[in-house]
């Protein structure tokens, strides 16, 4: 078991810190790391083409945070208690050689479980590396299985069945319990809804449905374009009979359903109708070193500069803690108070990571 931190001066033990609670009685669990603001796909509801052209100045390779800081970094995040990572972006797997970061973070005492979202168009060639260099499992994030509704959810890139031979090689590679996570857009992909429920019932990958989410600006989202669960649920439910089932730990954010014929499960992730911001234990650090205490979040704690400052890990344990002991971040939960043309400055899902 490793002792103490390897590039303080100043020695910290590891796991005998008391744990960290914000404002709100929180602890810190998850983090989600982005490892890259780019992306392959251009979905409208997260990276519209028109914003993300190809003249957009995304970070350049200097301002990311290397593998070695991100190493860093997570330490001190899994000292102050979180055990479980995701690795998320933009698109992780067009970050070279993230297998690698996977295989240092899987290391670390105190991890339990370490997750990746993905697109899946490049799964298929790392799937089996990944799970090698410790990766526990993946979500793949697929909205619709006919590739005319596939395109438009996807800015017209990849295609339907990468996608799936991303899966198969997941499942093949053992990255499973295999999510696949779809956003449901009203007049865009909900008429695909039961298609994906009958072609991933009974296979073990269990599908959840997300309600779109007004993250960032550029989305420019509209309540009336959000397909609440509930009424997903009941067009899933007159077709397959479902059961809810309870949560697999405190915290999970999707609402869980079994099918009552014995063909799996499904989930309903509905931040926007049935909002969960009392148990949300997560912190994100963006690829560019800034950590966000909220998915809805204007501003960050920028630790890239302090990191290449060359401050201890005592100072950096310090600045974290001082920020998560003032979270009282709700934002789902104030959301049915404001205004409807309220429109607050929020950072953009594919900088933050989903
Ligand atoms: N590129 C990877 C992917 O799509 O799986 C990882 C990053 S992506 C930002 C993470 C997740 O955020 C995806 O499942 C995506 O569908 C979801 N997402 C992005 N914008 C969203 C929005 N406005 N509402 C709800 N979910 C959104
Ligand atoms: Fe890329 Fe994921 Fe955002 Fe789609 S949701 S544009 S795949 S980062
Ligand atoms: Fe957590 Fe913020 Fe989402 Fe609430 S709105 S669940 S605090 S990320």
Redesign the pocket.
């Known amino acids: 078991m490793r002792k103490d931190s390897k590039t303080s001066d100043t020695v910290v033990p590891l796991r005998t810190m008391p744990e960290h609670l914000d404002a709100m009685s929180r602890p810190l669990h998850d983090l989600r790391i982005s490892v890259m603001d780019r992306?392959?796909?251009?979905?409208p509801?997260?990276?519209p083409e028109d914003k993300?052209h190809p003249k957009f100045r995304f970070l350049d390779r200097d301002q990311r945070l290397t593998f070695t800081e991100i190493g860093r970094l997570t330490r001190l995040f899994v000292q102050l208690g979180a055990h479980k990572l995701r690795i998320?972006?933009?698109?992780p797997l067009l970050r070279t050689g993230v297998a690698d970061l996977i295989a240092d973070l899987s290391q670390l005492d105190g991890v339990s479980d370490v997750a990746m979202?993905?697109?899946a168009v490049l799964l298929a060639q790392h799937a089996a590396k990944l799970a090698a260099s410790g990766l526990s499992r993946v979500t793949v994030?697929l909205d619709a299985l006919d590739e005319e509704t596939f395109s438009r959810?996807?800015?017209g890139?990849?295609g339907v069945a990468r996608v799936l031979d991303g899966i198969d090689a997941a499942v093949e590679a053992g990255l499973t319990p295999i999510k696949v996570n779809a956003?449901v857009e009203r007049g865009v992909n909900d008429h695909a809804v039961l298609s994906m429920v009958e072609h991933f019932r009974g296979t073990g990958i269990i599908v959840r449905f997300i309600e779109y989410m007004d993250v960032g600006n550029i989305n420019h989202w509209r309540r009336r374009d959000m397909v609440p669960s509930a009424e997903l649920l009941q067009m899933i439910a007159a077709r397959w009979p479902l059961t809810p089932v309870d949560a697999n730990y405190h915290g999970e954010v999707a609402n869980r359903y079994h099918f009552d014929d014995g063909n799996g499960e499904i989930g309903f992730i509905s931040s926007v109708t049935e909002p969960f911001c009392g148990s949300c234990t997560r912190a994100r650090l963006s690829s560019d070193g800034q950590m966000y205490t909220c998915l809805f979040a204007s501003e960050g704690l920028d630790l890239r500069t302090p990191l290449r400052g060359g401050v201890s890990d005592q100072e950096l344990l310090e600045l974290i803690t001082a920020v998560w002991q003032k979270r009282k971040d709700r934002y789902s939960e104030l959301r049915a108070k404001m205004p409807s043309d309220a429109d607050p400055h929020k950072v953009e899902?594919?900088y933050i990571?989903?």
């Open positions: 992306c392959n796909f251009r979905c509801y997260c990276m993300y998320t972006g933009g698109e979202t993905t697109n994030s959810t996807t800015g890139r990849g956003v899902m594919y990571g989903g």
